[in-house]
């Protein structure tokens, strides 16, 4: 598969984590310099030029997504949520609902956000590589509630609900309106219920999982530390692996066009047609 890609100037130096588009012209790209510095850019040409937007965060931005066409919201370090109602022309904060650990902590950050409707959203981050964080709005994303405690850590081994949520999360993702999936460090969550309760699924032990989509309900995949690709054909009842790239051990996320799959991470990108059958990396 021979697959070209164009370079396209950003008109910002500063690090870019995050892409999404609304539609086949709108577009937004989010990140930061280092640590700090936030940065929002929005294209209205389908990607071709960028400019950037104001932001009033100090802190690097990870993700963003929109429900509509003017109300989106991205998640950054230090527990940043911003939202805006015009189409990211401006934006505010919003402070999420925090159990008293997580509020005191200086180093909570949030990693990734997605919605499976345009009430029910999930964000995931965590406090450095430990103490995962799971929040759920079911108001539009004017509300975000902590629901750590509650998640189910590791349901498999002990059958139960007891053991808290002990590693950082990465990424989230719906499959229907309902039903979602987080990853993170040696875990895959499950919800059937935007996120009120929540499994663990078996995984390869090790696993560093940076980055989860689906294509179907049912279709999905996973990449990780050390060129790791998990894919999924029933849910995540069962995942296997997929492809392991040595050449390429930093691949830090995925998407898809619902006709090809992309994943992109330490100069390198790979190109799966279909469902991730056969893949070729550059």
């Not at 994303?141 to 999360?169: A, F, H, M, Q, T």
């Not at 999905?220 to 690709?229: A, Q």
Request: proline fraction near 1%.
């Amino acid at each position: 598969m021979e697959v070209s890609y164009t370079a396209i100037n950003s008109g910002t130096e500063n690090d870019l984590y995050s892409i999404y588009f609304y539609n086949d012209s709108i577009g937004f790209a989010v990140g930061g310099k280092d640590y700090w510095q936030g940065t929002i850019l929005k294209s209205i040409d389908g990607g071709d030029t960028w400019n950037r937007k104001l932001s009033t965060v100090g802190w690097k931005l990870r993700e963003t997504v929109f429900t509509s066409r003017d109300t989106g919201f991205i998640v950054g370090n230090r527990k940043t949520i911003i939202k805006t109602v015009d189409g990211g022309e401006t934006w505010s904060k919003l402070i999420p609902e925090l159990t008293a650990e997580a509020d005191s902590s200086k180093f909570l950050n949030f990693t990734s956000i997605a919605f499976g409707d345009s009430k029910n959203g999930i964000a995931v981050g965590g406090i450095g590589f430990d103490d995962g964080v799971v929040l759920r709005t079911t108001d539009s994303g004017n509300i975000w509630k902590d629901i750590s405690p509650e998640v189910c850590y590791d349901c498999l081994v002990y059958g139960n609900n007891s053991e808290l949520l002990n590693n950082s999360l990465t990424s989230v993702t719906f499959s229907t309106a309902k039903i979602a999936y987080a990853v993170g460090y040696g875990m895959i969550l499950k919800t059937n219920d935007a996120g009120a309760t929540w499994i663990t699924q078996s995984s390869p032990k090790g696993g560093f999982f940076k980055d989860i989509v689906f294509i179907t309900e049912l279709n999905g995949f996973i990449i990780g530390f050390k060129g790791l690709g998990l894919v999924t054909e029933n849910g995540g009842d069962k995942w296997l692996k997929n492809f392991t790239n040595n050449d390429h051990k930093y691949i830090n996320a995925i998407s898809s066009n619902d006709i090809n799959l992309y994943v992109v991470g330490d100069n390198m990108i790979g190109y799966s047609k279909g469902e991730g059958e056969t893949w070729s990396f550059s």
